[in-house]
């Protein structure tokens, strides 16, 4: 069993920055791939980014590209999200997700655990 409880999100202008945490419970955090996923009402859940278990690999949406940075501390048991540049379509609730498998093509339903989310909101 892998518990993930998400932090870090708020209100911030854009072109402003923000760093999402995501901590993870569970002695097997390593063997995961991690990934943020984002939710807007309404909306289907998107992909945003992901790392592989060993930190090596990383992939982003087109839509973060650029902006968006995910890294891990295997020690710590944690994962981030760091955002810059963002814009008013950034905003969602963000989740972060485990997988054991690979960080690659990973659709949302492909997650096996996932976090409660952690409210973005960018202002114009």
């Known amino acids: 069993q892998v518990q993930l409880v998400e932090s870090g999100g708020g209100l911030v202008q854009a072109g402003g920055s923000l760093r999402l945490s995501c901590a993870a419970s569970?002695?097997?955090?390593?063997?995961?791939?991690m990934g943020w996923f984002r939710q807007d009402p309404g909306k289907l859940r998107e992909f945003v980014a992901a790392?592989?278990?060993?930190?090596?690999?990383?992939n982003y949406a087109d839509s973060v590209k650029g902006r968006v940075t995910i890294s891990r501390d295997n020690a710590k048991n944690t994962v981030y999200l760091q955002m810059n540049s963002l814009k008013p379509e950034d905003t969602a609730v963000y989740h972060c997700?485990?997988?054991?498998?690979?960080?690659?093509?990973?659709?949302?339903?492909?997650?096996?655990?996932w976090g409660q989310g952690t409210q973005v909101s960018v202002s114009s």
């Open positions: 790392i592989s278990w060993s930190g090596s690999k990383t």
């Open positions: 997700a485990a997988r054991a498998g690979s960080s690659r093509g990973w659709a949302p339903n492909e997650s096996d655990y």
């Open positions: 569970g002695r097997t955090f390593s063997s995961y791939a």
